[in-house]
């Protein structure tokens, strides 16, 4: 009888652990989010380009991509900045296949002065907004403040990018 009553007593006690810890409810919960982001051109069009995007994040791990970046901008030579149609949207894909979708309207990029076009290379400050994902990141969303570097010589870009996913 002792045998019956403890398996009874470690079933109630699993089906506690398991409703404690499945999110089956469909409550996304807001969390920090925080990356480190490589990226190197693997296709050039004349307005278009199409990077392969490496890195580590929070909740993702190591990860893998792609983004595209359009091309269409134009710089004050004044100041250096890009104004336009710098406009890009980016896949992050977690070693299990789940997905992230990010876009940005405006990355802030900005030439070094003054401009060398042996060296074009420049710095970049701006927001980027998560928009929706697969697997556990399904319906997703997010803000992300973004900060790296880029040359358009050697055609790659390196940034850190800090803010909250909700999923």
């Not at 359009?70 to 070693?95: C, H, P």
């Not at 556990?136 to 790296?148: A, E, H, I, M, T």
């Amino acid at each position: 009888m002792k045998p019956l009553k403890i398996l009874f007593v470690l079933g109630i006690m699993f089906g506690f652990v398991v409703s404690a810890n499945s999110q089956g409810d469909g409550k996304q919960v807001e969390r920090p989010f925080k990356g480190s982001f490589n990226a190197v051109v693997v296709e050039e069009y004349p307005s278009y380009e199409i990077l392969s995007i490496t890195g580590n994040t929070t909740h993702v791990g190591n990860f893998t991509g792609e983004f595209g970046f359009d091309r269409v901008f134009t710089i004050n030579w004044g100041t250096g900045e890009l104004s336009g149609e710098t406009i890009y949207n980016g896949t992050i894909i977690a070693a299990n296949g789940d997905k992230i979708f990010f876009e940005s309207a405006d990355p802030g990029m900005k030439l070094d002065l003054p401009f060398n076009p042996a060296n074009r290379t420049g710095i970049m400050a701006g927001w980027a907004t998560i928009t929706g994902g697969t697997g556990r990141f399904k319906n997703c969303s997010g803000d992300l403040f973004q900060v790296g570097t880029f040359n358009m010589t050697l055609n790659y870009a390196m940034w850190t990018a800090e803010g909250w996913i909700k999923y």
